[in-house]
């Protein structure tokens, strides 16, 4: 069974930080590429930022760039998202995706999200 568990969101303050994490099971996690994404209240879910498959890779929005980065694991199954210098605007749902194209098929996992809130 495919599984994409967050964790680690929470309440912060401008211009805190918050480390998430999203820890796979269930499928070759070392073969997909893994993002985040996050949708705010109202809002259409919005890219976040990606890492390849072995690290070598990560791309970020724009707005995330210098303030976020991505990382993974692949011992352990486990994607981390460091966000630093938060906004009350980076309030979201926070959600972890795999995905991969096998024979030219997109196989596509999403979690569940974490909540982030930022709010003095």
């Known amino acids: 069974q495919v599984q994409l568990v967050e964790s680690g969101g929470g309440l912060v303050q401008p211009g805190g930080s918050l480390r998430l994490s999203c820890a796979a099971s269930?499928?070759?996690?070392?073969?997909?590429?893994m993002s985040w994404y996050r949708q705010a209240p109202g809002k259409e879910r919005e890219y976040v930022a990606l890492i390849g498959t072995t690290g070598g890779s990560t791309n970020y929005a724009d707005s995330m760039k210098g303030r976020f980065t991505i990382s993974r694991d692949n011992a352990r199954n486990t994607v981390h998202l460091q966000m630093n210098s938060l906004k009350p605007e980076d309030t979201a749902v926070y959600f972890c995706?795999?995905?991969?194209?096998?024979?030219?098929?997109?196989?596509?996992?999403w979690g569940q999200g974490t909540q982030v809130t930022v709010s003095s």
């Open positions: 995706n795999a995905v991969r194209e096998h024979w030219g098929i997109r196989q596509d996992y």
């Open positions: 269930g499928f070759g996690f070392s073969s997909y590429a």
